[in-house]
């Protein structure tokens, strides 16, 4: 069935570093990619999505590209922040079958001043 | 901006309690859908409601539990009979339509204990 392999945290990055989340996924036909993120004490947030092959999804600094040959959508941002601190987590939608959210586990990164 | 408010944030139950969790979706989506993440695992899928119905669930999804939405606002998830290992984090989440982005709540932490 459809899933979704994230990378595993916890990852701890200093002020300013270069960010690289990694996630794969497997499905059958061409989902929909989302990166969410979970602040401390917060629900889920869609941070950017990409909906086809080559779309690259923006937010706030962060960004990820769907490569379908690798089936891929690694999360990155070139200078972190301390309020970058959260969980972020890869997910596909099926399009056209299921209407439910495959989660990877999440990954845990820390920003230190 | 519109959220999806979810009550109440944490709640211990005894085991073989009855417990329903309650959230209000944004007012102009028409999906909703119930998640949940037990500790240090993926967030899951529980259920998907549209139209007054089930129109997906996953095999979590047994007949100890049921959604309801009595009013034009609330969306709820009873549990009939809770055991030990329903303690997780639940999330509530709407979308516009089939197949777009979800908008999640914060959360209802559940322990039974």
């Known amino acids: 069935g459809d899933s979704v392999t994230q990378m595993e945290g916890p990852v701890t990055l200093s002020e300013e570093a270069f960010l690289t989340i990694n996630c794969t996924y497997t499905?059958?036909?061409?989902?929909?990619l989302f990166w969410y993120v979970q602040y401390p004490g917060e629900g889920l947030q869609l941070l950017l999505k990409a909906t086809k092959a080559d779309d690259k999804g923006s937010n706030k600094g962060f960004e990820a590209t769907y490569r379908k040959e690798t089936t891929s959508f690694h999360l990155e941002k070139g200078s972190v922040q301390v309020s970058d601190s959260a969980v972020y987590f890869c997910a596909l939608l099926f399009q056209g079958g299921s209407e439910k959210l495959v989660f990877g586990k999440g990954t845990k990164l820390t920003v230190n001043p | 901006e519109p959220e999806v408010t979810q009550t109440p944030s944490h709640q211990v139950t005894q085991m073989g309690q009855e417990v329903i969790l309650r959230c209000v979706p944004i007012s102009n989506h028409l999906y909703f859908y119930w998640y949940r993440q037990i500790l240090g695992q993926k967030v899951e899928f529980l259920v998907s409601f549209y139209n007054n119905e089930i129109s997906e669930k996953s095999e979590i999804f047994d007949d100890q539990f049921s959604v309801e939405r009595p009013d034009g606002s609330n969306f709820t998830l009873k549990i009939r009979s809770t055991k030990l290992e329903d303690s997780a984090m639940y999330f509530c989440?709407?979308?516009?339509?089939?197949?777009?982005?979800?908008?999640f709540g914060q959360g209802t932490r559940l322990t039974v204990v």
């Open positions: 499905a059958t036909g061409y989902p929909s």
């Open positions: 989440a709407s979308s516009p339509g089939r197949n777009t982005e979800a908008f």
